[in-house]
């Protein structure tokens, strides 16, 4: 069996993966939890599960030949097994959550209202509903009050007349938030597939459309009557519409909402870590777009303290959140400030990290941080390794939604190549780049211009190179602010490369004295 075919039935057998993912702890919580079933020890599951825990790879052909289960009955046992695994989970205390525990609540109360104790039922309702609202739970909530409201209907008292209108007028507000908040969940999940679907807007066609889409789906509100989250929703759907049209300094607006607003309630960093950490790694995108390099620092600082101070939640999403975010923000801030070879240490940890969450680590952001440290070797002027990590994108299989970064790893792999002197292959590295963004329909005009210069540098007599790399920096310029063609720079700095070409120094040297100007 190859090894592609090998990881990707690694990759697809849920409970394998599951099994994989469980902690020390988790793995021992499970033991207790089956000999607490009693009799369940020497249980068929729980064999299988001990195998699994010790198997490297997935092959159902070894499972089947240790000779605990059948051919016939093995999707029975491992769909049992997955089952038993989820219920220790959720009796994990790690894992008992607010969400986790008014649903506890809320199960409880529906067994007190079947057996006729509706009394009990409605106090345990009323002390789960007013931790969903704490918590800002309100699908929860709307639940529990139209459960309060059946119940109500065979137990009422004198002294609760006004009871069914309270409970009407909270049902009626509760689902109108919901609404409010589902279409703007709806709208920025829209966007966001968008986005990763078609790219940035290309045109003033493009643009248009996008524009128009947005307008059209943003629901009515007041946005003093909206909740945290019907404003988390709200900051959402503006952040990915500027996203979209290139807007960065409203990007870095609305992130700036969005970390402000968990700020503001940093007990919902709790129960929805995840979201936060996708505000912080949103507003230090939009920071490093538009070369806010000091808001840039305040904010990678602050979130290097809170890791610090662990007032994220710690577990194996947001460790891989926190892994990807932290390191792609670590290089950014040397691209920054042009500190390519201060970073260089940071290299050796995030291949460690990658291949210790290889099992759970998505392709498309094991190729991003490849394009990153590409990026850095370019800036330190190490070629080599440059091509290197560049092959590694290139030769990339199923790769989605990282369409751009073959691009864009592509013409930097043609630059890189031009540095060390490998010429003699320009043409056929040319040919290859230039086809391979025709099919992905992704040639820009940036492109297109700086690929035919690039090829022709190599006709250009030696005393005048200097010249030709002036002309094709006039004509690249004129696209830096472009709503449409900006882009490009933000993944290649074409410009510093040829303007340290044209003055004789290093690309660090150049973003460095970039970087002191715009602080001053």
Not at 319 to 345: D, P, R, V
Not at 407 to 413: E, K, S, T
Request: hydrophobic share 40%; glycine share 2%; charged share 25%.
């Amino acid at each position: 069996m190859s090894k592609s075919i090998t990881f990707a039935n690694q990759q697809n057998d849920a409970l394998f993966v599951l099994i994989k993912s469980l902690t020390k702890s988790e793995k021992r919580q499970f033991n207790l939890y089956v000999g607490r079933l009693g009799g369940n020890i020497d249980a068929k599951f729980f064999s299988l599960f001990k195998f699994l825990e010790k198997l490297k790879v997935y092959d159902e052909k070894v499972i089947i030949g240790s000779g605990i289960v059948s051919k016939q009955q093995l999707s029975n046992l491992k769909a049992h097994l997955y089952k038993q695994i989820l219920i220790s989970l959720r009796l994990n205390p790690a894992h008992k959550n607010i969400r986790i525990q008014i649903r506890e609540q809320l199960d409880f109360a529906t067994v007190l209202y079947q057996k006729g104790l509706y009394k009990q039922s409605l106090k345990l309702l009323e002390k789960a509903k007013n931790m969903a609202l704490d918590n800002e739970e309100k699908n929860i909530a709307y639940e529990i009050v139209e459960l309060e409201k059946v119940i109500e209907t065979q137990y009422i008292t004198r002294s609760l007349s006004n009871r069914a209108d309270q409970l009407s007028v909270q049902a009626k507000e509760l689902s109108q938030q919901n609404v409010i908040a589902s279409k703007l969940s709806n709208l920025s999940l829209q966007l966001y597939s968008h986005l990763l679907q078609n790219g940035y807007v290309k045109n003033e066609e493009e643009l248009q459309f996008v524009n128009t889409y947005f307008e059209d789906r943003l629901p009515n509100y007041k946005y003093a009557n909206l909740g945290f989250r019907e404003r988390l929703w709200l900051y959402k759907a503006h952040l990915w519409h500027s996203f979209l049209v290139q807007d960065f300094l409203q990007s870095y607006k609305y992130a700036s909402k969005w970390v402000n607003l968990f700020k503001e309630n940093q007990k919902l960093i709790i129960l929805h870590p995840v979201f936060y950490l996708k505000g912080i790694n949103y507003l230090l995108e939009a920071s490093f777009f538009v070369k806010k390099t000091s808001t840039f620092k305040e904010e990678l600082a602050f979130f290097e303290e809170e890791i610090q101070q662990k007032n994220i939640p710690l577990n194996t999403n947001t460790e891989l959140l926190i892994f990807q975010y932290l390191y792609a923000n670590k290089l950014h801030l040397h691209f920054l400030e042009g500190t390519f070879s201060e970073g260089e240490y940071l290299v050796e940890i995030i291949n460690k990290k990658i291949n210790d969450y290889k099992n759970r680590l998505d392709n498309h952001y094991v190729v991003m941080l490849y394009y990153k440290i590409a990026c850095l070797y370019f800036g330190m002027d190490k070629n080599e390794l440059c091509i290197a990590y560049l092959q590694k994108i290139i030769k990339s299989k199923n790769i989605g939604a990282a369409e751009d970064l073959q691009c864009f790893a592509r013409v930097l792999n043609l630059i890189a190549h031009y540095e060390c002197g490998l010429d003699y292959d320009l043409e056929r590295q040319f040919v290859d780049t230039y086809k391979f963004l025709l099919k992905m329909e992704n040639l820009q005009e940036v492109q297109k211009v700086f690929l035919t210069s690039i090829r022709d540098l190599s006709d250009v007599f030696p005393h005048e190179i200097k010249n030709e790399f002036k002309k094709i920096h006039a004509k690249l310029k004129v696209f830096e602010n472009h709503p449409y063609e900006k882009r490009a720079f933000l993944y290649l700095d074409i410009l510093s490369w040829l303007e340290s070409k044209i003055e004789n120094k290093s690309i660090a040297q150049i973003i460095k004295e970039k970087s002191q100007q715009l602080s001053k």
